[in-house]
């Protein structure tokens, strides 16, 4: 076998140019898409299920909101209605005057007004309050501010909801559906309807009432409809009484019907799909609980209009598959009559060289003219990236070379401003200060030259800034309060030496120190923002005029005290130089409040040694 495969490759690797392109592509593009087919056939159904039902899932997950929403204008109805100064009259005060002078008040004209006013005919169909009062009251039911709206409770006896209303369990608002309504009701005011149980003072005695939020079912068969992924499907709400509260389509909700315990243990699965037998048929239903009135969104999927879509998207791929067939049958003939193929692609290798540094090709197996002309242009690829890796080391000494000039200017201009004032503290003959002075000055530059490396941790470098506030602190006697506020998952990240002291030194010299008092705070803090690290140095200081701010890092600006600002400007070259330019320093200042400077940093770890 290993030897007719070798007589073979070595045939087609002879082959002339025309022969092989013909065979090559007709070869990969019949073959894939045969294998594609074959493997995908047998899985092509539980492909459609999987997608079907997530897509149903992104449905109903919208859907579900829309319901509630849906549901809150009903409820928002009746908050309106019970805000109405009529309403509020009736059922939150005692009533002791007669109703034939309230129902002929202006008060009981306007709110007829405004009961007609939030019935939209869209989903609000009608509003009907029930009262069980004396028969002498009938001018309530009667008058035509009223007659509309009261009606007395014999209206209402009979109905399912009203006897659920008298129940040892009385719910105090009831969402009813269709059949919890009377014919009557349903005929005059509306299919679906929300009951609120209510009660009435008249001359001391309490009296139950009714209030009837009639709506249409319509905008919850819309939605229900437009959450279907799927023809054939049905999506239906049910309420917690095992009764249809809606649905897309009533006789498929008939057909594949589950009641609420099933519903319930299922809905325990965190909303996926289960898979059920109904009629010998199987099916996949989802559920989603919609919290305000208790009920539940269903929405099945049977297996025959999935078994057709994937019938459907088989024969999709066949139809595609024939005219990839018949594509690659005109592009063998097109190129299999080019013996330059291979040339295009190595000239298209060599191009690249415009947008980047040139990339070797694969060696070439067989070694015809074009070959040949491979293993030339991989040598020539080899040669240049030699010439470039040369090139870019040089860059990297020279780079390194910057930084570590920077570093030595640095801290030059540090020891000599802490000799100085430790020079301070042995002129005041103040002896003891000066020996904490220098434990804390070795300490300091234990920090600073430790395993000879110039990059450090933050956690190293607050303590290093800490060290040195208190340095100045026994010069100033204390009059620099420091706060450090870094969150500890930043500290072990690594941050050049030397980061923050120059910075903090210019807010003590240049900004805490001129002011009269000579006193201040420095606030040191930190974040992570995207994959930067983010420190923020504040002062109280005097702050920075806009047209010395403008030059503190350019190098060449000057202190109010004369200085030159040497050291924050290497600081900030010396983090772009390590980082690029969109890292280093930024400052903000507002004269006479103060100053902010904003370090940013790659966040990289320390390495373990």
Same mark, same amino acid.
């Given at each position: 076998m290993k030897r007719f495969f070798r007589k073979f490759s070595q045939a087609y690797g002879d082959m002339k140019l025309q022969s092989k392109f013909t065979l090559a592509l007709m070869l990969a593009v019949t073959l894939p898409m045969l294998m594609l087919g074959l493997f995908f056939y047998g899985r092509l159904y539980d492909m459609t299920v999987s997608y079907t039902i997530r897509r149903e899932q992104d449905f109903s997950s919208k859907t579900a909101p829309l319901i509630e929403d849906t549901v809150q204008k009903v409820l #928002?109805?009746?908050? &309106?209605?019970?805000? /109405?100064? /009529? +309403?509020?009259t009736?059922?939150?005060?005692?009533? $002791?005057?007669?109703?034939?002078s309230l129902t002929q008040s202006a008060q009981a004209e306007e709110f007829k007004k405004q009961v007609d006013e939030i019935i939209d005919g869209? %989903?609000?169909? #009608?509003?009907?309050?029930?009262? #069980?009062?004396?028969?002498n009251s009938s001018s309530l039911f009667s008058s035509s501010s009223t007659g509309e709206i009261f009606k007395p409770m014999l209206n209402a006896k009979g109905t399912y909801w009203h006897g659920i209303f008298q129940s040892s369990s009385v719910p105090s608002g009831l969402f009813c559906p269709s059949f919890y309504l009377g014919t009557q009701e349903r005929q005059a005011h509306g299919d679906l309807a929300y009951i609120r149980a209510g009660s009435m003072y008249y001359h001391g005695t309490s009296y139950p009432s009714y209030t009837a939020i009639y709506y249409s079912p319509a905008p919850l068969r819309d939605i %229900?409809?437009? $959450?279907?992924?799927? &023809? @054939?499907?049905?999506?239906y709400i049910m309420n917690e009484r095992n009764a249809l509260?809606?649905?897309?389509? &009533?006789?498929?909700? @008939?057909?594949?019907? %589950?009641? +609420?315990?099933?519903?319930?243990?299922?809905f325990m699965s965190s909303n996926n799909f289960i898979e059920r037998t109904i009629l010998d048929e199987k099916i996949y239903a989802g559920f989603y609980n919609i919290s305000q009135p208790g009920w539940y969104m269903v929405t099945v999927l049977p297996s025959a209009p999935l078994l057709q879509q994937s019938h459907k998207i088989m024969m999709q791929y066949i139809l595609l598959y024939i005219g990839f067939l018949i594509l690659a049958l005109c592009l063998a003939s097109v190129l299999a009559r080019s013996i330059t193929n291979r040339i295009s692609s190595v000239i298209s290798q060599m191009q690249q060289v415009r947008k980047g540094p040139p990339v070797p090709m694969d060696s070439p197996r067989f070694h015809d003219e074009v070959g040949n002309l491979i293993d030339t242009y991989n040598y020539m690829t080899r040669k240049m990236g030699d010439l470039m890796e040369?090139?870019?080391?040089?860059? &990297?000494? %020279?780079?390194?070379a910057e930084f570590n000039s920077l570093q030595a200017q640095i801290n030059p201009h540090f020891l000599y401003n802490t000799m100085d004032m430790i020079n301070w503290l042995a002129q005041q003959g103040r002896t003891s200060e000066v020996s904490n002075a220098v434990q804390n000055l070795s300490r300091f530059y234990k920090l600073t030259l430790s395993r000879r490396q110039s990059i450090s941790t933050i956690a190293k470098e607050e303590e290093h800034v800490s060290i040195y506030i208190r340095l100045q602190n026994m010069r100033y006697h204390d009059n620099i309060a420091f706060v450090s506020d870094i969150p500890d998952e930043l500290m072990e990240y690594q941050i050049p030496k030397l980061t923050l002291q120059p910075v903090i030194e210019n807010a003590i010299l240049h900004g805490i120190l001129e002011k009269d008092s000579k006193t201040g705070t420095i606030v040191l803090t930190g974040w992570m923002e995207d994959e930067d690290i983010v420190l923020l140095i504040s002062d109280d200081g005097v702050g920075i005029s806009p047209e010395k701010l403008a030059t503190i890092l350019s190098g060449t600006g000057k202190s109010s005290s004369g200085g030159t600002n040497i050291a924050v400007y290497n600081t900030h070259r010396r983090l772009q130089i390590l980082y690029g330019s969109k890292y280093g320093l930024s400052y903000s200042s507002k004269p006479g409040c103060g100053t902010e400077v904003t370090i940013r940093l790659p966040a990289h770890k320390e390495k373990e040694t």
């Open positions: #928002d109805t009746y908050t &309106e209605l019970s805000e /109405f100064p /009529f +309403y509020q009736l059922f939150h005060m005692p009533v $002791n005057d007669p109703f034939s869209e %989903l609000i169909t #009608d509003i009907q309050i029930y009262i #069980d009062i004396p028969q %229900l409809s437009d $959450n279907l992924a799927l &023809e @054939g499907s049905v999506s509260v809606a649905s897309s389509d &009533e006789s498929l909700s @008939g057909i594949y019907w %589950l009641d +609420y315990q099933t519903i319930q243990d299922s040369e090139q870019r080391q040089a860059a &990297e000494d %020279l780079r390194i």
